[in-house]
């Protein structure tokens, strides 16, 4: 507004008429011209986000990162405040136990979310709960049992393990696999999401028609680290796919085994349905030297570029994934449910307005899904809630997979912990 040079008096008088006008009506003075208004309030919430580093979980961070374009930092003015576990979580659960509840210090915080849901994300939620039971606590892709997120959070989001138990080797065979090869180690297989998944695999495999191979590799989070576990997969891959053949479908558990795993897959041979926790961001770049820095946030323009590049390295047909990151859009998208639920646009027992909120960041795609069932009770969680998207194969499109069936039987079978 243009500042004026007028008496003193002239000024009290007009600015009383003008909050006499912002009080009966909408907001503007006799004439049509804006009221005056003291300075803008701040918000009236915060929402925190914990999210894995680059090395770790990058989709997960740069969901994050996209909260923070749209929304602002705390620091800033804005309403998200971000923050990252440590990269060995397992040794320093108590330092990613701290950086969730820390969060919980601030008074205008409303919701935090922490994705992935790594070991530790339980207990924090529950020490907050205590003494803040106002938060809205999500849990993006929990590592810890169904029955003990459940307890803490206001809601666990997962990938569907038990429906792409089945739906990845059917892909598979697609594909024309005749090997089904699944990477982990067992801190990974000790998880009831992952363990679970492994056995319907295999029984998924035999159905099928696939053998079903299972290798241990070093766990990431271990001593030999990420740079000592990313070097196995180098030096070992070559030989997993000379013992099995270029006909099979590899798949690992961890997203830090999954770039050199695709870089010696376009070396050697061998097939990729689609990563752990999918994305066109997961691997690929790194494994095909491609800059999407131009393209970041664009989703159809980077499945385009690597798209591009795997058909250029003899991969059509062969490597696929989701055409949206899981991580970036649980990550973002959680942020937003817990936006419009704090603004009263949502609810967070509505599995509806979650889609409509993961859908803000996945236009067109396809989700299925259901809450999660435990196999040993047959009780339904009200507060679990497991989801998949359709497989995009490069050179090829999309395969209709959530228009599959998945056999009730891979429903009940049992989590027996190796």
Known sequence: MKKLIIPVVIVLV?????????????????????????????PSYHIGIV????????????????????YGTVASGGIIQHVTYPDSFMAQQETTI??????????????????????????????????????????GEPHEDPLVIQEAATLALSADFISRGYTIPWAAKQLGADTFVHISFPRHMSYESLGLRRQI???????????????TAPDPTSDVGIAGAQQYILEQAPQWINQYGRNSVFFCTNDAHTEPLLRQLFTYGGMFVEADLPSPLMG??????????AEAGNFPAILKKVEDA???????????????????????????????????RATASNASDLYAALGEFTPGAKWNGGFYIDANTGVRARNQLLVYMDTYVMGQGYLPTTEQVVPDKYYQIKFQQQ
Do not use: H
């Not at 690929?284 to 820095?293: C, E, H, Q, W």
């Open 201 to 215: 695999f295999e029984a998924a495999c035999n159905d099928l028609g696939i053998r079903f191979v299972f290798i």
């Open 98 to 139: 701290t950086q969730i509840t820390t969060l919980a210090s601030d008074p205008l915080m409303k919701a935090i979310i922490v994705n992935q849901g790594v070991p530790g994300t339980a207990e924090a939620f529950k020490r907050i709960k205590e003494s803040r039971p106002d938060i809205l606590l999500f849990a």
């Open 14 to 42: 007009v600015a009383g008429l003008l909050v006499t006008g912002c009080n009966r009506s909408s907001g503007t003075a006799s004439g049509g011209q804006p009221a005056s208004s003291a300075a803008p309030a701040g």
């Open 310 to 344: 795997v058909i250029a390295r003899g991969g059509a047909g062969k490597f696929g994934t989701w055409a949206y990151s899981y991580g970036f859009t649980v990550s973002a998208g959680l942020g937003e449910f817990a936006k419009r639920i704090l603004d009263g």
């Open 51 to 70: 999210t894995g580093t680059v090395s770790q979980s990058e989709d997960d961070l740069r969901g994050a990162e996209e909260l923070i374009r749209r």
């Open 284 to 293: 690929y770049p790194g494994a095909l030297g491609i800059d999407l820095s």
